[in-house]
Nanobody, 127 residues
Framework: QVQLVDSGGGLVQAGGSLRLSCAASGRAFSLYTMAWFRQAPGKEREFVAAITWNSGNTDYGDSVKGRFTISRDNAKNLVYLQMNSLKSEDTAVYYC????????????????????WGQGTQVTVSS
């Protein structure tokens, strides 16, 4: 049974930092691209960042480039999202997700291309 568990969210002031974690189990985690998406109330789920199976490639949504960094530790089955210079518009529920295919070199940025999801962790940025 594949399981992704998101953690690390919380309340932070604008300009602050948070680090999200995603713990994966039940799958050969190291073979898959992993991503973070977010969803704010009344809005569609938005691509935030992704990292390929061997950390050889990363991609970021335009709104977070230069502020967020995705990384992974395949030995520990963990993926991280370091979020710096947070803004009020970063407020959302953040979800970790695992790609449908293995060994992909091109990063998928659409939610339907990911088949397993974490339960989400709330990030609230106060201005």
């Amino acid at each position: 049974q594949v399981q992704l568990v998101d953690s690390g969210g919380g309340l932070v002031q604008a300009g602050g930092s948070l680090r999200l974690s995603c713990a994966a189990s039940g799958r050969a985690f190291s073979l898959y691209t992993m991503a973070w998406f977010r969803q704010a109330p009344g809005k569609e789920r938005e691509f935030v960042a992704a990292i390929t199976w061997n950390s050889g490639n990363t991609d970021y949504g335009d709104s977070v480039k230069g502020r967020f960094t995705i990384s992974r530790d395949n030995a520990k089955n963990l993926v991280y999202l370091q979020m710096n210079s947070l803004k009020s518009e970063d407020t959302a529920v953040y979800y970790c997700a695992s790609d449908r295919g293995i060994y992909r070199r091109i990063i998928a940025t659409r939610a339907y291309e990911y088949d397993y999801w974490g339960q989400g962790t709330q990030v609230t940025v106060s201005s």
